[in-house]
């Protein structure tokens, strides 16, 4: 993929990553770098991001770390003027920072859950509460990514806050990009939803489980998606793309266009047809496994 275009579009600007210590968030900072751009880095992980952070700067790009807990919204206030203040407009805003979540939503606890939604969700809302009026009045073209998922079109059992998660920041995201054009930003802020397909990470390993209750089936569907993983793709790969389809103009960015245009196709069938959601013939109730 040539990334000449998105070069020119994002070289020279600033991206602020939340997330950006592993996984996808790492990838975008790698390619945003690689495009010429200055990075901030954000995550709660200070060693993952200064090692990146150090990686690039010895590569000849220009980054910073931001230790900041996208939960808490005045650290992301704090953190949007100090940017602002210190190093300069932000271009692009990505709202990556997630966690996943396994077992049974009945046997979640209750601080599980509130951690899957004030990092997925809240943690989004804080980012764009922070940034989005200081795009608007800066006056130069920005864009802001959130991270969705292919997660974010499907019904996937074993991992209902995750996905819970996910269907609403495609919602917000939606709903953000209608306010900002409604608001007459359109032509200045560009709100783009990102839905990954399966993009090799440490978001399996750090996923919540459950203490109480059935932790045999919270554990397999990990180690499911743990041996998806095996196969999944590139991260750096995934921000190639994403930076490409981002250019030109796409809302829906997608890792893997073809797997995960084929689940939105799949919901809306779901949704035309009215057909409830059915289990995968592998995931079956199985006596003898219980
Ligand atoms: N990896 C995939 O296949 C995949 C697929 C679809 C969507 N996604 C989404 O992509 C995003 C990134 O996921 P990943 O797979 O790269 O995960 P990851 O676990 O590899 O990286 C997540 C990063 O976020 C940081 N983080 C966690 N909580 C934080 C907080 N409260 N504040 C700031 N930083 C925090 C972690 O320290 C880590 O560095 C998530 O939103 C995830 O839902 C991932």
């Not at 060693?47 to 690039?56: H, S, Y």
Request: charge should be negative; charged fraction near 20%; aromatic fraction near 6%.
């Amino acid at each position: 993929m040539d990334s000449a275009d998105a070069r020119r579009t994002f070289g020279g600007g600033i991206a602020v990553i939340t997330g950006a210590g592993a996984g996808i968030g790492a990838g975008l900072a790698r390619h945003a770098h690689r495009l010429g751009m200055t990075v901030v880095l954000v995550d709660v992980d200070e060693r993952a991001v200064t090692k990146l952070r150090d990686e690039l700067v010895a590569d000849g790009g220009t980054a910073h770390v931001e230790v900041c807990d996208v939960r808490d919204p005045d650290a992301l206030v704090a953190l949007a003027e100090r940017v602002y203040s210190d190093i300069g407009p932000v271009r692009l805003l990505v709202n990556n920072a997630g966690v996943e979540q396994f077992g049974y939503l009945w046997d979640t606890p209750v601080a599980n859950w509130n951690r899957v939604m004030d990092i997925n969700v809240s943690g989004v809302f804080h980012g764009v509460r922070a940034f989005l009026p200081k795009m608007i009045t800066a006056g130069t073209p920005a864009w802001v990514w959130n991270l969705s998922s292919i997660g974010g079109v499907a019904a996937v059992p074993l991992q209902a806050p995750y996905i819970v998660s996910k269907h609403a920041v495609l919602a917000l995201t939606e709903c953000l990009r209608l306010e900002v054009e409604l608001a007459g930003h359109g032509d200045l802020i560009r709100v783009q939803a990102v839905l990954p397909g399966a993009v090799k990470s440490n978001i399996f390993e750090a996923a919540g489980g459950v203490e109480d209750g059935d932790d045999r089936a919270a554990e397999s569907q990990r180690e499911a998606m743990l041996d998806i993983k095996a196969a999944a793709m590139d991260p750096v790969e995934a921000a190639e793309v994403v930076f490409e389809q981002a250019d030109r103009g796409d809302f829906y960015l997608l890792t893997q266009p073809d797997y995960v245009s084929s689940a939105m196709a799949d919901r809306a069938t779901v949704l035309t047809t009215r057909v409830p959601p059915q289990l995968r013939t592998a995931q079956r109730f199985d006596p003898d496994k219980h």
